[in-house]
């Protein structure tokens, strides 16, 4: 099931990663995607290892982001990948059938390209420009969002300069779900911010 809520970890912000999580998990954060582009495979695989141990007894799944052979390792609930991480039919024999795989989208053109039966859900943005991902693609807006959800079976998780604010709007886009970094940690209470987002998503 896509959670409301998808929340992914911020190497660079104050408060630490697991910290965070943990935070943005008591706030009703259902997924945490574990995302740090400079650790080696080995510190990776321990933060992983610490963040599973903190989340899922309140409930919480893991997603590890990018790294292929990392999420089989721990056990991860699932693992998202961008457009050239690899071939989706590899990443999914890799990960096996029970994990849940997802895709990072970032026009409507990359829709036809997804194999079919390899991916469970697609990430799509970023809806607006981020500081959290300084390569990011050019912002889609909310109708290109749309035109993505309306054009895929696949579920959606929203992505890029979200807040609380936009959820009305992204459940009218049809979205599954939203995921969010700086909303929640570079907030004063993350928890709290988390919560936000989703009595917001449950009001919409």
Known sequence: MIPRLCFITDATAALSIVDQAEAAVRGGAGWVQLRHKTLDDVAFTALARELTERIVPLGARLIVNDRVEVAPTVGAHGLHVGQTDGDPRAIRARIGPDAVLGLSVEHHAQIAAIPPGCVDYLGVGPVRATRSKADHATPLGFDQLARIVRDTDLPCIA??????????????????????????????????????IVDQWSRA
């Not at 979200?162 to 779900?177: E, F, K, M, Q, S």
């Not at 570079?186 to 709290?192: G, H, K, T």
């Open 159 to 196: 992505i890029g300069g979200l807040t609380a604010v936009d959820a009305p709007a992204l459940r009218t886009a049809g979205c599954a779900g939203m995921a969010v970094v700086s909303a929640v940690s570079r907030a004063s209470d993350p928890e709290a911010a988390a919560r936000a």
